[in-house]
């Protein structure tokens, strides 16, 4: 499976943003996928991760309310609605997926957790 993560641009803060994960080489409806976060010089930070359906998200503390993960299985797809933009959400975003129809919880904040992951889409919020 390759995931190609998009979406990324320079807003303001306040505005939204929406970033899609679309998988090739494979489905992800078997998968839970999680969105990650990094900044130079700090480790790849968790958001957001999803569980196969759909019907069980879990967010980082920082984005609860602000952020919404979603996906739509037929698309083969992953999003990461980002409203009220901070600057502090600046970063590289990367999405990544984990072969299971399991409930994870806070075990899916673990990167090394993941068996997939896609190139990063770079979010920049301006004051």
């Known amino acids: 499976v390759q995931l190609q993560a998009s979406g990324g641009g320079l807003v303001q803060a306040g505005a939204s943003l929406r970033l899609s994960c679309a998988a090739s080489g494979g489905r992800i409806s078997d998968h839970a996928v999680g969105w990650f976060r990094q900044i130079p010089g700090k480790q790849r930070a968790f958001v957001a991760a999803?569980?196969?359906?759909?019907?069980?998200?879990y967010y980082t503390d920082s984005v609860t309310g602000r952020f919404t993960i979603s996906r739509d299985n037929a698309e083969n797809a992953v999003y990461l609605q980002m409203n009220s933009l901070k600057l502090e959400d600046t970063a590289v975003y990367y999405c990544a997926a984990i072969r299971t129809i399991g409930w994870g919880g806070p075990r899916w904040r673990v990167s090394d957790e993941y068996d997939y992951w896609g190139q990063g889409t770079l979010v920049t919020v301006s004051s």
């Open positions: 999803i569980n196969w359906s759909g019907d069980s998200t």
